[in-house]
């Protein structure tokens, strides 16, 4: 592994993929179709990621917090430090998380506790000015979620699971425990003449229960399939990718895998992503559900609360396994 020579950031250096050589089975759910939910429940057994197609957002929400973003993204250094460091919640660069992990990132993080929530630690959305931003932000927020609680009927309905809401529930609880994060991967001129990409965001899972995914046109977000190989996934702006977050995972007993995934950061085009994860309130247990248990079959995992993984989780670096102390 290379890394780049600045010490202060020590982000490492990744093979590039090939030019446009794309994964052509990322599985493709059209919400508007009879048979999307058994299609849902087996992109998320064999990947644990899929993309959602006529899922009825209109694509001026997305475009508009996007142009909000890249406002902000453009704003001097300075400015932007403002409204930073996030601890959790606010502007952070290249560091991400408490514990050393760096990429080729920008990014700004929210807490979605209370609906519509509030903004008191973020120093320029508080600001007259920001008021296009602060509603682009709720609006956009308020439709992903409520995609997310689709998707999560349409696995409960296809799993059997009653009541049909056994999932959703979780994340449209008043006191759910919701992260939005906006994310912005500059070009990186130091890649310029060299065959090779900076990593972004380095390899993960999403602790929460679902994560829905939009990026502008570029490309960089890769995940790594059940034999772990990488492969990228070819953007495309007007869909949402979901991906199974590591409660999922416990809750369906590890017939969901929460899937690995990580972003590349590209030498000539700056890339845009937002991201809503979806979790449970802090005292919710996180455990297989009974319905879904076999006759005999044993829990792979030691009961915890979302509060206790949670705990875990910032504890963790970003491509440790988090789940590994809590399996039994
Ligand atoms: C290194 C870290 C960053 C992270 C908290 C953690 O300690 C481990 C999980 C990371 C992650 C990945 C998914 C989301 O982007 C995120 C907000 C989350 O809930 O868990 C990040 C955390 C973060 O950036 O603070
Ligand atoms: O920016 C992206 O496309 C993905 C980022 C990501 O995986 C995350 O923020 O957890
Ligand atoms: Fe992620």
């Keep these: 592994m290379v890394v780049v020579a600045n010490p202060l950031d020590q982000i490492s250096l990744v093979r590039p993929p090939k030019p446009g050589a794309y994964f052509s089975g990322v599985p493709v759910i059209n919400l508007g179709e009879p048979g999307s939910a058994a299609a849902i429940v087996k992109a998320c057994q064999d990947f644990g990621f899929f993309k959602v197609i006529n899922h009825g957002i209109p694509i001026d929400l997305m475009v508009d ?58 120093a320029f959305l508080r600001e007259p000015s920001a008021s296009s931003f602060r509603s682009a932000l709720n609006e956009y927020i308020s439709a992903v979620r409520k995609l997310a609680s689709e998707v999560l009927e349409l696995m409960a309905e296809e799993l059997k699971i009653e009541p049909r809401n056994a999932f959703s529930k979780l994340v449209i609880d008043e006191k759910s425990d919701e992260i939005f994060r906006l994310n912005h991967y500059p070009p990186c001129p130091l890649l310029q003449g060299l065959s090779c990409s900076l990593t972004g965001f380095g390899e993960h899972t999403d602790p929460q229960i679902i994560s829905i995914l939009r990026s502008n046109d570029t490309q960089g977000l890769q995940i790594a399939l059940r034999d772990g190989s990488w492969v990228s996934v070819p953007p495309d ?92």
Excluded: C
């Excluded at 601890?87 to 990014?107: A, C, L, Q, S, T």
């Excluded at 409660?247 to 929460?258: A, E, I």
């Design 237 to 328: 702006q007007e869909s949402f990718f979901i991906n199974v977050g590591d409660s999922l995972q416990v809750m369906t007993n590890g017939r969901f895998k929460s899937v690995k995934h990580r972003v590349l950061a590209n030498g000539m085009k700056s890339r845009v992503s937002m991201i809503y994860f979806g979790g449970p309130p802090q005292t919710e247990k996180i455990a297989p559900l009974t319905q879904l248990m076999g006759e005999g079959e044993q829990s792979l995992y030691r009961e915890f609360t979302w509060g206790e993984y949670k705990k875990a989780a910032y504890k963790s670096r970003l491509a440790d396994n988090r789940l590994g102390q809590f399996e039994k």
């Design 65 to 122: 917090l996007e142009k909000e973003a890249v406002k902000f993204f453009s704003l001097p250094q300075v400015e932007k430090e403002r409204s930073g460091p996030p601890n959790p919640f606010g502007y952070g660069n290249k560091r991400i998380g408490p514990n050393g992990d760096v990429g080729w990132v920008e990014y700004l993080l929210f807490g979605v506790t209370s609906k519509p929530f509030s903004y008191t630690s973020m």
